[in-house]
């Protein structure tokens, strides 16, 4: 059975269901994260075995192989070191990267030139980004949870016409996503030729082909920067790659920020009310617990984002 070494330091948790952990060593004097990814066995999900899925378990162990497929522009993969394979899981190790973090409107202008740039297609990159994660949200009933508090007619709303917004969502520009992208996932930034800096990307595991404005409308989700703040940034990322970008195309774009901000803030919200609400006392007095605050805030803060999908 695979164990970490003697000496290892666990670092905060990370990536998918997969993930067995993340740790911190040294080798040759340098720096280096050791990620172990497990094996799914026979009673696990068809979906973590599925390439196209966004759960695929090994994802980022494809992007280790062939890191030429996400080497910007706009964002990197740190330079990987190993790839271990073995009957149980694989073992990434990768450089470690200490920095001071880019600033949000960076990482925003980053994700648009990554999304926007040529790219080599492969089979192993997720096909159905959203449409994977809402259908986990369908398995589990939709937002049952939330129809219990104020956002009900809304959230109504939305999940019976999601299959309009992903449509839409579905019909613009397509380009390459991180997949995950939150502030934690982008640590540096680093000289590139030309003079420009590139964004330093970990946690490749949701790595996808799928509409231009996913990763923009994700991200959006956990910084502090204002929705149209960050769009405008990622559309400057887009037009330094695309410079004949249509205003239509731009449109598109924006619409499928906004899918991606609002069914993913909704169903984060669903999901961190489902797991308290068993609990005891009325429902509405746990939306200022500290593992539910944070996303009804996001879904809050995003109010005009809903408002554009209810008109």
Known sequence: MWQPEPGWTPLRPGGGA???GLWRTERLGRGVVVKRLARPGEDEPTALSDPTHAGYWRR???????PEVVAGPGIVAPAYLRVDEDEEGVTLWSEEVV???????QVARALGRFGAASYTDVPWAARRTLVDRLAMAEARGGWPTLARTTLADVADHLWQHRGHWLGEYAAGPTGRLHGDAVPANFPAAKPAPGGREEVVAVDWQGFGIGPVGTDLGYYALSTREDFEVLLE????????????????EAARIRTAATVMCVYSATSRAEWALSRIAPGEGALHGKFNHP????????????????EALLG
Request: glycine share 6%.
């Open 60 to 66: 980022e162990a494809e992007v280790a192989l062939e």
């Open 233 to 248: 940034a990622f559309l400057g990322g887009v037009r330094a790659v695309r410079s004949g970008l249509s205003d239509d």
């Open 99 to 105: 920095a001071e973090p880019p600033p949000a409107l």
């Open 291 to 306: 593992s539910v605050a944070p996303y009804l805030r996001a879904l809050q803060r995003h109010l005009s984002q809903v």
């Open 18 to 20: 997969s993930t067995v």
